[in-house]
T-cell receptor, first 116, second 108 residues
Framework: KAGVTQTPRYLIKTRGQQVTLSCSPI?????VSWYQQTPGQGLQFLFE???????NKGNFPGRFSGRQFSNSRSEMNVSTLELGDSALYLC???????????????FGPGTRLTVL | QKEVEQDPGPLSVPEGAIVSLNCTYS??????FMWYRQYSRKGPELLMY????GNKEDGRFTAQVDKSSKYISLFIRDSQPSDSATYLC????????FGTGTSLTVIP
């Protein structure tokens, strides 16, 4: 079974630009979560989508948004990029049908975003 | 105050050593505890999980939870160079919370 895939793997943008990252979950997984990983703050939860609906959201500004398509693929968008948005963005998929489920999250390799 | 605190290290040990990785958490509502391992340029992968206080063993790995102290640990016995990675503790309360990760290098 193919794992979680994320595209692109690396991205360089400048301040003020916007960016869209893509995630394809494991086949059959309908829950997709997004995380930001930085050395100082670690892995921080951005939001979770299930069946095209956002069902949980972390404590990030509105510049961070996402969506999920009917095939469970998900995109994350960051508008008006800031230097502090430089991070590894990870997507994770799971079978979780309930919010807060303990079903294992399977992570993709991440997209490394650098904001200059 | 962060929900989960983890010493970032880095930790460097000789092959065969016993490694102890630790996290503390602030909210007693956490009931599900995990350890993830992340190799360089890869996403985290689940190593172990547990619900209860006490020890859970899986081969060379032992996860320990002390709910009264809000303290979780991962022990690695007979450490191998292939164990060199970043280890993240994770907890679940509606959403997943993770520590910052501890970077471990096992020297042959």
């Amino acid at each position: 079974k193919a794992g979680v895939t994320q595209t692109p793997r690396y991205l360089i943008k400048t301040r003020g630009q916007q960016v869209t990252l893509s995630c394809s979950p494991i086949s059959g997984h309908r829950s997709v979560s997004w995380y930001q990983q930085t050395p100082g703050q670690g892995l921080q939860f951005l939001f979770e989508y299930f069946s095209e609906t956002q069902r949980n959201k972390g404590n990030f500004p509105g510049r961070f948004s996402g969506r999920q398509f009917s095939n469970s693929r998900s995109e994350m968008n960051v508008s008006t990029l800031e230097l502090g948005d430089s991070a590894l963005y990870l997507c994770a998929s799971s079978l979780a049908t309930l919010a807060g489920s303990t079903d294992t999250q399977y992570f993709g390799p991440g997209t490394r975003l650098t904001v200059l | 105050q962060k929900e989960v605190e983890q010493d970032p290290g880095p930790l460097s040990v000789p092959e065969g050593a016993i490694v102890s990785l630790n996290c503390t958490y602030s909210n007693s509502a956490f009931q599900y505890f995990m350890w993830y391992r992340q190799y360089s340029r890869k996403g985290p992968e689940l190593l172990m999980y547990t619900y209860s206080s006490g020890n859970k063993e899986d081969g060379r790995f032992t996860a320990q939870v002390d709910k009264s102290s809000k303290y979780i640990s991962l022990f690695i016995r007979d450490s191998q160079p292939s164990d060199s990675a970043t280890y993240l503790c994770g907890l679940l309360r509606v959403q997943f919370y993770f520590g910052t990760g501890t970077s471990l290098t096992v020297i042959p």
